[in-house]
């Protein structure tokens, strides 16, 4: 049975607790099918690796760095008959995940970047300023908080990281009013971040809250979400067969270029014109399935929000051997976490 073969297969472990963004579009590309290995690698809430599993007689290897996803997600294990195998790991790792597994290739890999709802909606977190919490942001719990960089880097890194993963046009004003506001006390809540940024970051009637961009920049940065993701699409490549289909969904412009540019050189054949000569590259690894990204149509957006900004990107493998290269220029240039927070 195919994911869009209409069958009625029992979901495992019950009704899904969401639905996942794009769910419909990205099982079809996954073309799901009996006896196949998928690798769902960030598991969150789990409702792509139960969309799998009732989708056919299959087996997903689900990832997520997120010791409470993993937590939560051992029920659906129990009741998976077997058919599930749940790691806390990065996704970056997916490909040693699989081999851990005892799976040389697989069939599908889908990644839903970004943070969970399941996240976004627990305080403690300190992923939203909808509700004071502690400033934290860590995906695995582990690490540097944001609220140590907010209050270890300087005003230049500041600016430069809320400019770049966040798209803040306001960041020197933002970074500037973040150093202004540490020197009288440390920094350490949601509440108060988020005061400081609306302090400096006007918003009218209609428009996202002002601190809507630094905390998804700060996020970013703690969590190394960019180059978790680079890092994840090589690991896929690597570990997907031939005919082995990659489905991504990202959520804002910044991952999807990064999706877009891996995909588009990794499927890209060389040429060359009458003004330039052929550039010699390798045999496509990846031939697009998607050649725009998929969008969530009105009913979706109207049932879930958070699908508005939704993009995916498929491909599928070809039988061209992975391509080795740094992927690093597709990364905004940045200093490391742990010199920020050192205070260089």
Do not use: W
Request: with cysteine.
């Amino acid at each position: 049975m195919t994911a869009g073969g209409g069958g009625s297969r029992a979901v495992a472990g019950g009704p899904a607790p969401h639905i996942p963004v794009l769910g419909r579009p990205a099982l079809d590309l996954l073309n799901i099918r009996d006896g196949g290995i998928y690798i769902d690698g960030t598991f969150g809430a789990g409702g792509y690796s139960r969309a799998m599993l009732a989708a056919a007689d299959c087996r997903v290897i689900a990832i997520d760095r997120d010791p409470q996803a993993i937590a939560s997600g051992q029920t659906l294990v129990d009741t998976a008959g077997g058919r599930l195998t749940l790691v806390e790991d990065r996704f970056s790792n997916l490909d040693a995940v699989a081999h851990a597994a005892g799976h040389d290739a697989v069939d599908g890999v889908v990644l839903d970047v970004g943070v969970s709802s399941m996240q976004i909606d627990q305080p403690a977190r300190g992923f939203s300023f909808r509700q004071d919490g502690p400033l934290d942001m860590r995906m695995s719990g582990q690490g540097a908080r944001a609220a140590d960089v907010v209050n270890g880097a300087d005003e230049r890194d500041l600016a430069n990281i809320i400019y770049l993963l966040g798209e803040e046009r306001h960041s020197r004003a933002v970074a500037r009013a973040i150093v202004k506001a540490r020197a009288e006390a440390p920094i350490v809540t949601t509440g108060a971040l988020a005061d400081i940024v609306a302090s400096v970051v006007r918003a009218r009637p209609g428009d996202i809250h002002p601190a809507t961009r630094t905390f998804q920049a700060l996020r970013i940065f703690v969590n190394d979400e960019l180059g978790e993701l680079t890092a994840a699409l090589a690991a896929a490549e690597r570990i997907l067969k031939a005919g082995g289909r990659l489905v991504v969904v990202s959520f804002h412009s910044l991952e999807d270029r990064i999706v877009k540019s891996f995909l588009t050189e990794r499927s890209s054949a060389g040429g060359g014109s009458r003004h330039a000569p052929e550039i010699k590259r390798p045999a496509p690894s990846f031939r697009l399935l998607t050649k725009r990204p998929i969008v969530a149509d009105d009913e979706e957006v109207a049932r879930n929000s958070r699908a508005r900004s939704a993009k995916l990107r498929a491909a599928e493998r070809t039988e061209a051997p992975a391509q080795a290269g740094d992927l690093s220029a597709l990364l905004p240039r940045l200093p490391a976490l742990a010199d920020v927070v050192r205070g260089r």
